[in-house]
Nanobody, 111 residues
Framework: QVQLVESGGGLVQPGGSLRLSCAAS????????VAWYRQAPGKERELVAS?????TISYAVAGRFTISRENANNTVYLQMSSLKPEDTAVYYC???????WGQGTLVTVSS
């Protein structure tokens, strides 16, 4: 079974950047599509981006986020730049094949 652990969240000023990490235990993680989601206070969870095992990428939030993966380290990243207050949310990663979620990491964009 895969376990996912997100990290890298925190408080950042508007216009700043953060890189989130999703580290996986489990040998088959690199064969699965992984997605980042976010859930803002009072809102439904929404898809941010996904990346397949072969590196095919899809973005639901355009322009300021970059998803990548390092299969050697069993890790998927979400690089976020030009952050805005509306990006404030708990960010989750998900193994879409096994339907496993991480516990989330909080990103707060505020001055």
């Amino acid at each position: 079974q895969v376990q996912l652990v997100e990290s890298g969240g925190g408080l950042v000023q508007p216009g700043g950047s953060l890189r989130l990490s999703c580290a996986a235990s489990g040998s088959r993680f690199n064969m699965h599509t992984v997605a980042w989601y976010r859930q803002a206070p009072g809102k439904e969870r929404e898809l941010v981006a996904s990346i397949s095992s072969t590196g095919t990428i899809s973005y639901a939030v355009a322009g300021r986020f970059t998803i990548s993966r390092e299969n050697a380290n069993n890790t998927v990243y979400l690089q976020m730049s030009s952050l805005k207050p509306e990006d404030t949310a708990v960010y989750y990663c998900r193994d879409t094949y096994l339907e496993v979620w991480g516990q989330g990491t909080l990103v707060t964009v505020s001055s």
